[in-house]
């Protein structure tokens, strides 16, 4: 049976690897910083090397390649597979036929789709959704993204926005998001949110391991810190994550309450905090959700880790090339 | 071709009628105040008699009858065909064999399905939301649900409960809701909601058209009433009316980044109000939803009216059993 490469394009890494579709096994996986600096062209560039690079492995074993999957972190046009905007990078994103350039570089048939949603259908497809037929899943890093299955298909909707979970109100009347509306999820609970609270904690001359972890530089101050600082104990730290998974909680009930899911998986560098995160998420939804046997759902952390965008995006490719 | 006898029960008016599945067309429609105070027995009854009713009407020219679909205001068990939970219905519906009676009373086939969803199926079908795959839903009145097609079919989701929006939390610190959740949608657009803005502003003394309209008497303002001063011209009733639509557009922003529809569709009493709440919704989509083209996202009026539950129930009911 063909392989498919898939490629997970991150701000900090760029990932790539040949996946095959019936163990959804990774072979010739290759990690490498994004040369995000060189701007649009030159990340392109970069991509294409890597799955030409990906295509010479000898790991593949001479396996039949049946094209590129890419995943992107941000706001695409699908049809014209070109890219919208991309936050995270730098350069002007708006209108690159990214799909088309790599195709042409690399002399594969290309798909693209937005990151979040190809972790959430590698998860689906050989990860923590495996086996059910509604699915949400919720990507937590310096962002907030997310995706859906629903009734054993990814869902993308209009324009492909489908899952931008991040971007679900929890406070209408709340703090001013990157996206330019007003108190969204991602400006409560992604990794930049956790960090402030962690250097809020320290400006106001709480004692907190969070400090001595950062070397008492309010600037230093991370998510990976306040997670470090937790597990040592501090409950400050312990708190703050606390509350961060309340909020996920929050707006994981409406997606509950929207679309009814029998699991929801939780990826993303944050969720590195493990159940510091996951036990406030699910006690949020017990006491939020009233409408559905809440009990019944089950809330649990991505098992594909690093792989899951490169395995999603190279089983969208099969999905749509056949 | 078959007709399929659809129900619509609702806590004031129950409606029954034979649709005719290939052109929506409603026969031997008949609507009745529904004799609640009789519990689940006396309406389970009522709701036979009525189908038997529709059965013998003339105007059905000896149409074949499939079967029956009841839309139900409520949670169901949709395997057992039993209700769990009727708000807006007086009696313990916990566990009754809603389903199973009608079939033997009426001696037909028959479905249950939640009552937001089937008027989201029937607009879907052939109402407002005609002709797109990706469709939302929101019948606004007493209480405020809705529900979902996705990818071309009615999305149930877990426990059939997808769809639920009327649940969905707009301010995760707000006031208790009815659920016993906090800070949903219902709390602050609903009928009774309105109602008790209206109040609100006649308690606090302030000149309006409301008051009068309800004699000086605050227990007499209804949604309708304000909705008849905003009419008139009465600012503070305009406002309140523009408040619950920013209300509805911050929760249909949610919607709209968590399933991409191409169309909502607004349905429900409350919705008599027409573009005095539909003006104030999209400006909100407008205003809330940055990551996807907003504008192309169609906000209407529900064309079928009170015809969308029982045209709805009885479509599912044809679809479910063929």
């Given at each position: 049976m ?38 649009p ?9 890597l799955?030409l ?6 790991r593949?074993?001479?396996a ?7 995943g992107?972190?941000?706001?695409l046009?699908?049809?014209?597979g070109?890219t ?19 195709a ?47 009734g ?5 909707g ?11 109100i929890?406070?209408?009347d709340g ?7 007003r ?8 990794g ?6 962690g ?22 101050i991370t ?9 040592e104990?501090d ?8 509350r ?11 997606v ?33 959700v009233r409408?559905m ?30």
């Amino acid at each position: 049976m063909r392989q498919f490469i898939g490629v997970d394009l991150g701000g900090t890494n760029l990932r790539a690897g040949a996946v095959d579709p019936e163990t959804g096994r990774v072979n010739a996986f290759i990690t490498t910083p994004t040369r995000a600096a060189e701007g649009p062209e030159g990340v392109i560039a970069q991509i294409s090397d890597l799955v030409l690079q990906v295509l010479s492995d000898g790991r593949l074993g001479g396996a039949q390649v049946g094209g590129v999957g890419v995943g992107v972190p941000g706001v695409l046009d699908l049809e014209r597979g070109t890219t919208l905007l991309l936050p995270n990078l730098p350069g002007n994103w708006k209108g690159v036929p990214l799909r088309d350039t790599v195709a042409r570089l690399t002399g594969l048939p290309t798909k693209i789709i937005n990151d979040a949603r190809s972790i959430t259908y590698g998860e689906w497809r050989f990860g923590a959704g495996c086996g059910v037929e509604d699915m949400a899943c919720l990507a937590i890093g310096t962002g907030i993204g997310g995706g859906l299955v629903i009734g054993g298909r990814l869902h993308l909707g209009f324009g492909g926005i489908a899952g931008e979970l991040g971007h679900q109100i929890i406070d209408h009347d709340g703090p001013i998001c990157g996206c330019g509306g007003r108190g969204c999820l991602e400006v409560f609970a992604s990794g930049p949110a956790i960090a402030v609270m962690g250097q809020e904690a320290l400006k106001e001359g709480i004692g907190t391991r969070i400090g001595q972890l950062a070397g008492n530089d309010v600037s230093r101050i991370t998510a990976a810190i306040v997670h470090r600082a937790a597990l040592e104990g501090d409950s400050v730290a312990k708190g703050i994550l606390s509350r961060a998974g309340y909020y996920i909680g929050v707006a994981l009930a409406n997606v509950c309450v929207s679309i009814g899911p029998k699991r929801i998986v939780l990826a993303g560098g944050v969720m590195q905090a493990g159940n510091l995160l996951l036990d406030p998420i699910r006690r949020t939804l017990i006491k939020r959700v009233r409408v559905m046997p809440i009990n019944e759902v089950s809330v649990v952390a991505s098992t594909l880790g690093e792989y899951a965008g490169v395995i999603g995006s190279a089983m969208w490719a099969m999905d749509c090339l056949g």
